[in-house]
């Protein structure tokens, strides 16, 4: 695993994506980060990254069913791989890690 | 739903641009996004926003591209097959690709050397660094309606310019003189240039010992590499002390204050020595300096951002300044031209200062090197049409397993491309190491394999490539990839030589071809003429010396008019052969330019002149004060049936025509013989001695004529010219000219045959069987060469019908342009071109015939 390096906005995304899990594509991601963060972002840097989380291999595709929406169009739906797991379950376990050895003491104003 | 649509052209625009892979995808975000927006923030805004999201996915990555990675990869793959399989062809034929190539190398070389002959020209002098704001003033002169550019400005100009104008930062002048210089035992004649200080610094000479101020001590002067290196050996130059003696006897010690450094290649303002114009005035070599007096050249600096025509508003002032001056020459008009212009129009300015060339020489070449360029391309193409009729069974093949037109004439091209790309490293090497330095010894320009801008070279070099690449590459390439596999191998694919449009190309290359051998051959027909050329005297046995003092001449005089060997003794003012002074004359009330020196009674003797009608001058003080001699053209222009006795006025003295004498060249062959007066002169004013003795008696007769020199004048370098080499500069640059001449018409020649060789060659291949059946059914030799010659010789005959006269069109405008006196054209050169053309074929195509007339009838008919 040492390999992969997450970027922040690739990780938010693949947490996003993996939260999503069936209907994760473009909009319903960047709606998703909305929420949850507040953050705005473009659609087409979603797509730009979700791009290269496919290229990582740490997301794989598939296009959707066509509905009434989009005009017909159908969505292309992400789905996290075993290794995409993997890298967040790392990346999560470095932080949680790193955040219990913080230690109480240097936090403790009120004595 | 209608109302609700996103803006139409941002849409197309994203259909336009997005990969067909990614479309629909992004598309659909776009459209639901633009729909969400829609209810919630109203149309304008969603519109707003689904314009900024096609703009922002406007992104390499979704870009449509023509070639997916997958095709990509693939194509590589191909050329590197085509690559492999053009350098298997060319091994395969080694002869026919060499013809090829060679051919082409030869193009390529010439018209690389060509590149780099044109481009010294257009990047002459744009070294300096303020060359945009640099000009140099010149002036019209009208005499007898004809207007003249004169690069001579009064003297008092640049100053003048300098103190009125406030657009001009500076003012520099060149006066030239004659100085003897003097370094410890060297003694030489040089041509040494007055200027103003400020010279060096409007100009950026590179400086090699110095610096650009040295000018500015009135005791100092620059000199140039060759000079250090001539009298110091470039030991430590500075501060050294030169000597000179000007021409009025005064001398001057100088010190070096500046060493320039070897002159660049495209500099035109090569001067050996620079002295301070403060001297000049003060070497007297007249009392006082007014209008009327011209110095060499006038260079002005514009202020940054000054345009020139601040200069021309103040023309109309200088004229009348001159003018005021009562000068024997009237300036009609000033002209401006940039330093970047000058050297291209020195051609028509009179007395400019560098070096030039005629535009119709420097396109004369151009044409030619595009001829040769033509030629081989044509060559190229018949060539490479034909001998892929050796691989027609391969281009069946590729077509059936599945090749596409697009693939064959991909391969074709990359294959001539090749062909094409070896040519020109061939060429490169030909030019830098033959044509160039070649080129170079030949032509008075200081031609190196060197262009002024590297990138427009790497451009040219890249341009050349492509030009000839395609030219020659793609017709064949379509041609092949046309041909349809069933009729390949049904073996009935008609090809090559039946074809009108190969038919067609042969004829052309021999058009070009004899178009230049004949243009050629009729030039250097007219070059030679003129070695042959009559003089107008004799120079034979006769040498002369550049007197340099008072009396020195009469000394002379007498000390050799004893010796057994001289034959006569006679001086003038100036020597025939090196160019006359203009005077201009006084008719009534025309003013008549003319040349006119002065010579004494036996100067016309000791040349051998030859008198027409009345006699030569005496040295009685009657003939020396009014009497003249004059040149058939003077009474041809004055149009004078009895010239003897008219009388007119030169240098304010009325002079009467005591006799006239036949035309004569006095200066190089290209210029037209002017008008010319000779009238007498006191023995204290001429400038040259000759002598005329028997040709072998040459050298006893100069040795003791430096003899008496010593005696008289020791410290005047003693500098004698044999009368018969003043036209050697004129004669090495004609005898340029020929080689020049005589090797375009053989390059011509060789791809001529190269090409006439590469088509017989093949065609003959091709006929093989056919001459078999005739020799069976029993026809002589000459039948089959009947036939083998005939489709050739009818395209040969036109093509020279056609170009001949064409090539000898050209020449004559040539020759018209610039030769005053064209020698009449006969009928000989053309003779001779058909002769050597006919020659020259023949031996290319008799290996070829031979193999026809010697098939053996057995072993080609077998097969079938």
Redesign the interface.
């Known amino acids: 695993m040492r390999g992969i390096h997450l970027g922040e906005l690739e990780e938010l995304i693949l947490l996003a994506a993996g939260s999503l899990y069936d209907e994760a594509y473009g909009v319903a991601i960047i709606e998703e980060i909305k929420k949850q963060t507040g953050r705005e972002l473009n659609i087409s840097a979603a797509h730009a990254v979700l791009r290269r989380l496919e290229e990582k291999e740490l997301l794989t595709s598939r296009m959707g069913g066509a509905t009434n929406q989009r005009g017909g169009r159908r969505k292309r739906l992400f789905t996290l791989t075993m290794l995409g797991k993997k890298a967040i379950d790392e990346s999560m376990a470095v932080r949680s890690e790193l955040y219990n050895r913080i230690p109480k003491l240097t936090y403790n104003f009120s004595s | 739903m209608s109302n609700s649509r996103p803006p139409k052209w941002a849409d197309r625009f994203l259909r336009w641009y997005c990969n067909p892979k ?1 479309l ?10 633009f ?2 927006r829609l209810e919630e923030k109203g149309k304008a805004m969603a519109n707003r926003k689904f314009i ?2 096609v703009f ?2 406007f ?1 390499w ?2 870009i449509k591209r023509s070639s997916s990675k997958h095709q990509k990869m693939n194509q590589f793959g191909l050329f590197q097959n085509y690559l492999k399989l053009g350098v298997r062809n060319i091994n395969r034929n080694p002869v026919t690709s060499s013809i090829n190539i060679f051919g082409l190398a030869i193009a390529i070389g010439i018209a690389i050397t060509v590149y780099f002959f044109v481009d010294i020209q257009f990047n002459m002098n744009r070294f300096h660094s303020k060359r945009d704001r640099i000009y140099q003033i010149f002036n019209h002169v009208e005499q007898e309606g004809d207007n003249s550019l004169w690069s001579d400005t009064p003297l008092l100009l640049g100053p003048r310019i300098a103190a009125d104008l406030s657009s001009v930062e500076a003012t520099a002048r060149l006066e030239y003189a004659n100085a003897i210089v003097r370094f410890e035992e060297e003694v030489f004649d040089e041509w040494i240039a007055f200027t103003d200080p400020v010279y060096l610094e409007i100009f950026d000479f590179p400086i090699l010992y110095g610096n650009k101020q040295a000018l500015y001590k009135k005791d100092q002067i620059a000199i140039s590499h060759d000079m250090a290196v001539k009298y110091f050996d470039l030991e430590d130059p500075l501060g050294k002390e030169l000597s000179m003696v000007f021409s009025n006897g005064e001398k001057r010690r100088f010190e070096v204050g500046a060493v320039m450094d070897k002159f660049l290649y495209n500099d035109n303002l090569r001067h050996h020595f620079y002295i301070p114009i403060d001297n000049f005035y003060d070497l007297k070599f007249q009392d006082h300096y007014n209008w009327s007096y011209f110095t060499d050249a006038t260079f002005v600096l514009l202020n940054e951002g000054q345009d020139i025509e601040t200069l021309q508003r103040s023309y109309e002032d200088w004229i009348s300044l001159q003018h005021g001056s009562n000068p024997e020459w009237l300036i009609k008009d000033y002209e401006s031209i940039s330093l970047n212009e000058v050297a291209l129009r020195s051609y028509n300015i009179h007395g400019a200062i560098g070096w030039d060339l005629h535009p119709t020489g420097r396109n004369s070449f151009i044409i030619m090197a595009c001829l040769l360029m033509g030629m081989a391309c044509f060559n190229f193409m018949n060539i490479a049409v034909t001998g892929a009729a050796k691989r027609l069974k391969e281009i069946g093949l590729r077509k059936v397993m599945g090749g596409a037109k697009r693939q064959i004439i991909d391969q074709f091209l990359v294959e001539n491309v090749l062909q094409c790309f070896l040519a020109l490293i061939v060429g490169t090497f030909l030019a830098y190491f033959l044509f160039v330095p070649g080129f170079d010894s030949i032509v008075p320009i200081d031609l190196q394999f060197r262009a002024f801008s590297p990138l427009n070279m790497v451009v040219f070099f890249i341009l050349l490539l492509l030009l000839v690449g395609l030219l020659s590459g793609t017709y064949p390439a379509f041609y092949i990839s046309r041909f349809d596999p069933v009729t390949i191998f049904k073996g009935n694919q008609k090809f090559g030589a039946g074809n009108a449009f190969s038919k067609m190309l042969l004829g052309f290359q021999l058009f070009l071809a004899f178009l230049a051998i004949v243009a050629s051959i009729v030039l250097t027909d007219q070059l030679y003429h003129f070695t042959t050329r009559d003089w107008g005297y004799n120079p034979s046995g006769t040498l002369f010396v550049k007197i340099t003092g008072d009396q020195q001449y009469e000394k002379l005089r007498n000390a050799l008019l004893d010796h057994p060997n001289v034959e006569g003794i006679g001086g003038s003012t100036a020597q025939i052969g090196n160019s006359l002074p203009m005077k201009s004359i006084d008719y009534f009330d025309r003013k008549i330019a003319v040349r006119a020196f002065g010579a004494s009674e036996d100067y016309f003797n000791v040349l051998m002149l030859r008198l027409k009608k009345g006699r030569f001058l005496t040295d009685q003080p009657i003939d020396q004060e009014t009497a003249v001699v004059v040149n058939q053209k003077f009474v041809d222009q004055m149009e004078w049936k009895e010239p003897i006795n008219k009388t007119f006025t030169l240098d304010s003295v009325r002079r009467t025509v005591v006799g006239v004498v036949g035309d004569f060249h006095y200066d190089q062959f290209f210029s037209p013989i002017d008008p010319v007066i000779i009238h007498g002169v006191d023995g204290r004013a001429i400038n040259y001695l000759s002598v005329k003795t028997q040709l072998e008696e040459l050298s006893t007769v100069d040795s003791q004529l430096k003899k008496a020199w010593i005696d008289i004048t020791p410290n005047d370098p003693y500098q004698r010219f044999f009368q018969e080499d003043v036209f050697d500069d004129f004669f090495e640059n004609n005898t340029a000219n020929i080689k020049i001449s005589i090797f375009i018409s053989c390059v011509a020649l060789i791809l001529a045959c190269l090409g006439l060789y590469g088509l017989l060659s093949f065609n003959i291949q091709k006929k093989l069987k056919e001459f078999g059946i005739r020799k069976v059914l029993g026809a002589t030799p000459r039948a089959i060469i009947k036939v083998a010659g005939k489709q050739y010789s009818w395209i040969v005959l036109l093509a020279f019908a056609l170009g001949a006269p064409l090539g000898f069109f050209v020449v004559d405008t040539i020759t018209k342009t610039l030769f005053p006196d064209p020698n009449e054209v006969s009928v000989v050169p053309f003779v001779f071109s058909f002769f050597i053309i006919v020659v020259t074929f023949t031996i290319t195509v008799l290996g070829q015939v031979r193999k026809a007339i010697r098939v053996n009838p057995a072993s080609i008919l077998r097969s079938e």
């Open positions: 990614y629909e995808e992004i598309q659909g975000d776009v459209y639901e996004l729909d969400m900024w999201d922002r996915f992104r990555s979704n």
